[in-house]
Nanobody
């Protein structure tokens, strides 16, 4: 069973950048599709991005396409989310998730979750 730990969240002004990391342990990261989700107060958890086990294929929510980039380093068992041109509406707790096969944008398709990291974007 894999454990996921996010880091890199924080406070940033609009149009700034942050890079989130997701460290996996207890398993081999290359065995899992990795995804990022976020949840703002009073809202449902929403899909942000996903990356295939090899890193060749990626999938983004329309709201972040062109601003966020998902990547992974399987040698380091780590996935990343580079977030540029941040907007106040990107404010949320960001969660890393893992699943065995295939890219997916539904949270209930993911098997493992991190504890989340807060991202706050001020206007």
């Amino acid at each position: 069973q894999v454990q996921l730990v996010e880091s890199g969240g924080g406070f940033v002004q609009a149009w700034g950048s942050l890079r989130l990391s997701c460290a996996a342990s207890g398993g081999t990261a290359s065995s899992y599709t990795m995804g990022w989700f976020r949840q703002a107060p009073g809202k449902e958890r929403e899909f942000v991005a996903a990356i295939s086990r090899s890193g060749i294929s990626t999938y983004y929510a329309d709201s972040v396409k062109g601003r966020f980039t998902i990547s992974r380093d399987n040698a380091k068992n780590t996935a990343f989310l580079q977030m540029n041109s941040l907007k106040p509406e990107d404010t949320a707790v960001y969660y890393c998730a893992a699943k065995y096969y295939g890219l997916a944008n539904q949270y209930d398709e993911y098997d493992y979750w991190g504890q989340g990291t807060q991202v706050t974007v001020s206007s």
